[in-house]
């Protein structure tokens, strides 16, 4: 059966700064890359911050139309109160240059990284981290003329859980355990290879509320000095009850996503970001079960995860939708494009019952920086990390192929 796409709909790609451009030094993930254990450095990444043209070329040139990337406040405001013109610029370069190349700029103003003195100083459990984070938007938005779509925050329920566990590992080191905690090595919080919710802690609604209040007052900047479109972007887990298992889901919904997929109301849209679909049952999320498919992050192989997730947003906010990130991470390129496929199969058939979704960003456009991890790969592109030559894996003709023709 043939899906076909509106003709405005965005195709195309997503990437963060800290997991493609290298030589983020002052980001507090930088920080902790050398201090805990078992956690791959991102060194010079892609080099992407030299390299974003090449980069974005290769989508275009593949019939893509969009591209989401990200600025990076460590490098805007190295120093607390010192904001780099020189940074500003390179950004707007960024900006520039993909309108020049045809691809609509979708912005996102933090993605996971905090500038390390930002860390320092407490990071986000401290009394005026929101004055800091929208004092920081404030000085971006002069270079955001022209750019229809600002994502203010990436995916605040993960950043929930990082923060709590980055207060964890400072109490551990207080108490004189390692960095890292517990005498274990590092896992990132997207890598899903064990039981997550033993493991890694839930994401704590205390902290998603200062998120909120952190979206809400860089909204209400970005409404003032711009005439973007504007909202955030949720992980979304795509929950399935087991049988007996829909009250524990429920309440799992909101600590994991409905608290921030609510604090979207009054935005012009959400994006949506989603891999793989999680069973509850009532003791709580269930571990994703061993499997030959599982994704190289652990994850279940489930492409029908964009389809629940959207309708699930839907649910919530009502808000248009922007696919802001989906994919696999998988060494087998031909699964990648199988994977997409259904996954958009699921978006398409979502759309067809009445649910509005501007455009869908992969995940990713190159292999990147999995947050500690490097041997995930969810490019479209594979990137050599001595040479930084780019190779375009078949998935990316195949991507831009659907995005001319805007048909599955
Ligand atoms: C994040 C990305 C990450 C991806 C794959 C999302 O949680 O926004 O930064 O690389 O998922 O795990």
């Given amino acids: 059966m043939t899906r076909t796409f509106p003709t405005t709909f965005l195709w195309g790609a997503a990437t963060a700064p800290h997991q493609i451009e290298g030589g983020n030094v002052g980001s507090d993930f930088w920080a902790n890359e050398g201090r805990v ?37 460590a490098r805007i405001e190295p120093e607390e109160n010192l904001f780099s013109n020189a ?8 900006i520039d240059t993909a309108v020049e190349l045809g691809l609509t700029p979708v912005v996102t103003l933090h993605h996971f990284t905090n500038p390390r003195w930002f860390a320092e100083r407490g990071g986000w459990l401290a009394d005026d981290a929101v004055d800091r984070f929208t004092r920081y938007v404030e000085v971006v938005t002069r270079i955001l003329d022209g750019v229809e779509w600002v994502v203010t925050m990436n995916e605040p329920n ?6 709590a566990m980055g207060r964890d590992m400072a109490r551990n080191a207080a108490g004189g355990a390692a960095v890292g905690g517990g005498g274990e090595d590092w896992t990132s919080p997207t890598v899903d290879n064990g039981p997550r919710p033993v493991r890694l802690p839930t994401p704590d609604p205390e902290i998603g509320r200062i998120f909120v209040r952190a979206h809400h007052a860089a909204r209400q900047v970005l409404r003032a000095k711009t005439s973007a479109k504007i909202g955030w972007s949720v992980a979304n887990r795509a929950f399935e009850a087991r049988p007996g298992g829909e009250e524990r889901m429920a309440e799992l919904s909101w600590v994991w996503e409905d608290l921030y997929l609510e604090g ?7 994006g949506v970001q989603s891999y793989s679909v999680q069973y509850v049952d009532a003791d709580g999320i269930e571990p994703y079960p061993d499997h030959p498919d599982n994704t190289l992050v652990g994850t279940a192989y489930r492409p029908d995860a964009l389809g629940v997730a959207v309708r699930h947003t839907h649910e919530v906010t009502g808000l248009p939708i922007l696919v802001t990130e989906n994919g696999i991470a998988t060494g087998d390129d031909a699964r990648r494009i199988a994977y997409t496929t259904g996954a958009l199969e699921g978006l398409a058939a979502a759309m067809a019952d009445g649910i509005t979704v501007h455009g869908y960003l992969h995940w990713s456009l190159l292999d990147n920086y999995e947050w500690g991890h490097w041997a995930p790969t969810f490019g479209l592109v594979a990137v050599d990390r001595e040479t930084f030559v780019r190779t375009p894996k078949p998935s990316l003709a195949w991507l831009g192929g659907v995005a001319r023709r805007g048909q599955l």
């Avoid at 979207?264 to 959400?270: I, K």
């Fill in 37 to 73: 254990p078992g956690m791959e450095r991102s060194g010079d990444a892609c080099d992407s911050y030299h390299r974003y043209r090449e980069d974005m070329q290769l989508l275009a040139g593949a019939g893509c139309t969009a591209y989401r990337f990200g600025i990076e406040w």
């Fill in 87 to 94: 940074e500003l610029a390179h950004y707007r370069r960024m």
């Fill in 158 to 163: 993960m950043l929930s859980m990082m923060t």
């Fill in 264 to 270: 979207s109301a009054g935005d012009d849209f959400v």
